[in-house]
């Protein structure tokens, strides 16, 4: 199926995700838009690998005599949550209360990351101190000016891979116990930095899943070990790894949705595939191929799984069927696509959204 303009692809797969037949597109779009304000209150732990995000501007000057390279005119330097503190912020900023379970050290980084998440009042209680384990840190630089698009030249990543302490660890995995039932959902934000490790998935996936808590496993690395999650969210290079599998048509799509099904027991999988939008698959239903809402003005896709990752489960816990949470995490990926960084979305700009793209 393809359409021209997206607000119609959008109002179609409305319409195919309700099962109320008899349903307007407006009905629908309340629908949609009652789910944005259930976000509010809704209790979410994020646990995975804490970063923060570095960012350096500079105004191009020249080319430089020691080396082809350009000389920037330093600008500003900021940090901004990223990791698993992102899918945080952006369930944050959509009105959930956020508890975050990871390790941030008491070094500068840290300092500046733990700022940025006092600041969204976000709480912190379950980030711990790794002895010789350094805050992990990105660091982007962009070319910037006046009359010059900004634009990412490099960045430099100071990542510890390292197995846990045993002591962070143990803090960690009790401080999931204590949460867990206390919580609507569980998110795994897995960067393959070391926080995702047997032990934690152990302490906390099994314990959720008993108690009928909502969990989402967002994994850069092998999705398999996530047995029984509510849902998985891969991008698909992340789907393609873990199945050994590649995705080059519909049939190969099909093929990878209805593999990680079977071979993780998830209820669902929903892989984002960039200006492709995503596809969801469901137990019990057959795959929903939601186009992206925003194709032409992708600014920065940097942390957009996240903001997938947060939506999605906001929705579910909210009540939205895994059909609706995947609409509303698309059109959330689309808005946030078109900044610098990794960004989010309030109610009220996704609400806004939600309004001119499901319609008749």
């Known amino acids: 199926m393809h359409f021209d303009d997206d607000s119609t692809a959008i109002a179609a797969l409305v319409a195919d995700a309700h099962d109320g037949a008899n349903m307007t597109t407006n009905v629908r779009r309340e629908r949609l838009l009652d789910l944005v304000r259930r976000f509010a209150g809704k209790r979410i732990l994020v646990v995975g690998d804490m970063v923060a995000d570095e960012y350096i501007t500079g105004t191009p000057m020249r080319i430089s005599r020691e080396a082809p390279v350009l000389i920037l005119d330093h600008a500003d330097q900021f940090t901004v949550p990223g990791g698993a503190t992102n899918p945080g912020v952006n369930a944050r900023t959509l009105g ?43 660091t982007r630089i962009l070319a910037a000016g006046t009359q010059v698009v900004r634009q990412q030249i490099v960045r430099v990543d100071r990542i510890d891979h390292s197995p846990l302490g045993e002591a962070c660890e143990r803090q960690i995995i009790e401080y999931l116990r204590a949460m867990i039932p206390t919580v609507d959902a569980l998110i795994i934000s897995d960067y393959e930095n070391g926080v995702i490790n047997p032990a934690i998935i152990e302490a906390s996936l099994p314990l959720a899943i008993e108690l009928g808590k909502t969990v989402t496993a967002d994994s850069h690395g092998d999705l398999i070990r996530f047995q029984g999650a509510t849902a998985l969210t891969p991008n698909q290079p992340e789907a393609e790894a873990t199945l050994g599998l590649g995705i080059h ?64 489960t906001l929705a579910l816990v909210a009540g939205a069927t895994m059909a609706e949470a995947a609409l509303l995490a698309n059109i959330a990926a689309g808005l946030v696509v078109r900044r610098i960084g990794c960004a989010t979305n309030t109610p009220d700009e996704l609400s806004a959204a939600v309004t001119t793209l499901v319609q008749g």
Request: charged share 25%; proline share 5%; glycine share 10%.
């Open 96 to 138: 959930a209360e956020v508890f975050l379970a990871g390790v941030v050290a008491d070094d500068g980084p840290g300092s500046r990351l733990r700022e940025c998440l006092a600041a969204h009042r976000i709480v912190m209680d379950g980030l711990f101190s790794d002895q010789d384990r350094p805050t992990s840190t990105k």
């Open 249 to 312: 048509d519909r049939a190969s799509l099909q093929q990878a949705g209805a593999r990680l099904l079977a071979e993780t027991h998830a209820e669902g999988v929903l892989i984002t595939r960039g200006a492709e939008g995503m596809s969801l698959f469901e137990r019990g239903h057959e795959p929903l191929h939601v186009p992206a809402s925003n194709r032409s003005e992708v600014a920065d896709p940097t942390g957009a799984g996240d903001t997938v990752a947060a939506t999605f």
